[in-house]
């Protein structure tokens, strides 16, 4: 089975995808105003990440997460111009 990966901003969920390219994308979503990336990763409960799952049906039963991957900014811009 692929893995899954879920897009995390100020404790919520924003997106997902099956490789976390696609879940980086997600970060669209959120997009600063003023597109400043560093200001927006740094402040108070932002913490972006990701977390990795084993698969799209351990997601869905709430399984724990493999891993959580923190987020750069860099990350998010370089992902969201690739779309």
């Not at 879940?23 to 990701?50: M, R, T, Y």
Request: with cysteine; aromatic share 10%; net charge negative.
């Amino acid at each position: 089975m692929p893995e899954f990966f879920e897009a995390i901003w100020h404790g919520d969920g924003i997106g997902d995808g099956g490789d976390i390219e696609e879940a980086l994308q997600s970060f669209v979503v959120v997009k600063p105003e003023d597109g400043n990336w560093e200001e927006a990763c740094s402040a108070n409960g932002a913490n972006p990440h990701i977390e990795r799952f084993t698969s799209f049906e351990d997601y869905l039963d709430n399984s724990d997460a493999l891993e959580t991957i923190p987020v750069t900014s860099k990350m998010i811009t370089d992902a969201i111009e690739s779309i």
